[in-house]
């Protein structure tokens, strides 16, 4: 939300004028800030200092949220780990020069091939999701003989009052396991020669606004490590996941990660278990912007359209989970003319799907050929974007202290084909 700033060029991010970056990079193009990103690691890293457990946590930012090498790269110098889901974010997240001994690997489907994978590389903890992964794991490390790390992962039946597609916690989801059933698969998983029992972990949901719900499964994980404990099984490790929310409007009553921290730190003050977290929205969400161009507006009876050159292969959220970006001109705010007066707008994509819009009845005072800025785009904005209707995704640009640093390139409709073939 804080990204840019005013200036009588036009709104800027780090000093560097978004007008400057269109001409420079083209649109759409997504732009993120190497200070917001830093900033937004050092708030978990400050809130767990603040209780004591700097020394013994670990930030494992969650690679799915925004995948670019230069981010990941970012992080792993701010000595983060990363939580991956499929193998393909494991060779990512090395190629950025992450350490696997600080990677944790969640997901409902590990193929046989991933598994191998991560045991090679040797990462920390596999998460693992269902009494059929564990004997399959058990295979793989006794074949290549390694022993694999591993903790379940906990349903806790909390209902965690988000999105229902983004909503992890409730026994109705795919994910984790029983935690009714989780201690006898715990004892399951000590007797299998391969397998080395470490942590347990939950993760309930994302864009989490209200810390009740992970407070309350943080004390389910904390009673059944007590019992695992009192039973002959101690952990190393507590991993309560990721899902802080931002705030993507103005009146959100996002919390501060602090203050979310707060209720869930409080309860590790007593313990000697190392603490994992997996934030991915959170490091990144507010970090970035999509920068977009109108092409064509079309006013009209029922609905004002704005097409705008972004669509929504690039920022799939608001097609997807109706979620709500907030979109400002980039023009500064004197510019506008004094016969312009601000309509609502459909702001829509070009894509051939009335599900394309990027935001409804927004009140701007919009020319063809101007900017806007569509904030909060950092996280599950280029990480879900496609090729449909064969447009090349956007280019990725990272602002460090005044310069513009293109870090992946637009790319070309030849480059969409490249893979395919005709008939002979
Ligand atoms: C997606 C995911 C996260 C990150 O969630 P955010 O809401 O982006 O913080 C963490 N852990 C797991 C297992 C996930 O699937």
Partial sequence: MTLTTPHTDGLQVEGVALATLAERFGTPCYVYSRAALTAAHAAYRDALAAHGMRGR?????AVKANSNLAILD????LGAGFDIVSGGELDRVIKAG???DKVV??????????MQKALKAGIRCFNVESASELGQLN??????GLIAPISLRVNPDVDAKTHPYIATGLKSAKFGIDIEQAFDLYLRAAAMPHLAVKGIDCHIGSQLLDPAPAAEAVGKVLALTDRLAAAGLPLEHIDIGGGI????????????VADYLA??????ADRREHLI????????GNAGLLLTRVMVLKPGTDKNFAVVDAAMNDLMRPALYDAWHDIVPVAAAGKVGPGDTALPWEIVGPVCESGDFLGHQRKLALHEGDLLAILSAGAYGMAMASNYNSRPRAAEVMIDGGEAHLIRRRETVGELYALEACLP
């Fill in 98 to 100: 992450g350490r696997a």
């Fill in 57 to 61: 946590s670990l930030i494992c930012y």
């Fill in 245 to 256: 929310g931002i705030q993507y409007q103005a009146d959100e009553p996002a919390p501060a």
């Fill in 74 to 77: 970012l992080f792993a110098r």
């Fill in 139 to 144: 295979e793989e490390a006794g074949r290549l």
């Fill in 105 to 114: 690997f969640s997901g409902v489907g590990k193929s046989r091939q991933e």
């Fill in 263 to 268: 209720p869930l730190l409080a309860q590790f």
């Fill in 277 to 284: 977290l997996e934030p991915g929205r959170s490091l990144v």
